[in-house]
């Protein structure tokens, strides 16, 4: 009776899941989310090309690292749908860009501008790369004299012999 009770729980819960997830795969696509290779329809080519352009251009910024196109994230959906609204209704790619800027910040931005606020984005990798060198280099010279004073001196090298003739 108990292993009954408890089969049916779980068939239960598994029910209760599918039916959550399938509410939100529906509910997704109505609340304007596009999900990753939704087909999209546009009245120009070039509004086509600005749009993909973009969802390659701009970051996920739940993801991290990866682009609007490849993310599937909900946040990414939805900032995809933006993205095809506005486009739609003419927005420049300037101006989409500079209002995904306002909204997320540069991080939404693969490449972000130089400013003082992001001196360290640009200059960092190239500051821990000249680290790295000085650290190694400090390593060779630290190897190279520990080679050197591994020399014994002729008062040690007398020393060790009285040492070896006395065992």
Not at 104 to 129: E, K, Q, S
Request: glycine share 8%; charged share 25%; aromatic share 8%.
């Amino acid at each position: 009776m108990r292993r009954g009770r408890s089969v049916g729980f779980v068939v239960t819960v598994a029910l209760v899941l599918g039916l959550w997830g399938a509410a939100d795969l529906t509910g997704s696509a109505s609340a304007g989310r596009i999900p990753v290779g939704m087909p999209l329809e546009f009245e120009t080519d070039e509004q086509e090309e600005q749009y993909r352009r973009l969802v390659r251009e701009l970051r996920c910024t739940v993801c991290q690292n990866q682009a609007l196109d490849e993310s599937n994230a909900g946040l990414a959906a939805d900032l995809r749908g933006q993205i095809y609204e506005m486009t739609l209704d003419g927005a420049e790619r300037e101006e989409i860009v500079d209002f995904m800027v306002a909204r997320y910040g540069d991080f939404v931005l693969y490449r972000p501008p130089f400013r003082t606020d992001t001196l360290m984005l640009w200059i960092g990798p190239f500051l821990l790369l000249l680290a790295g060198i000085l650290v190694w280099l400090q390593v060779i010279r630290q190897r190279q004299q520990m080679a050197q004073s591994r020399e014994l001196s002729p008062e040690e090298r007398a020393a060790l012999e009285r040492m070896e003739r006395d065992e």
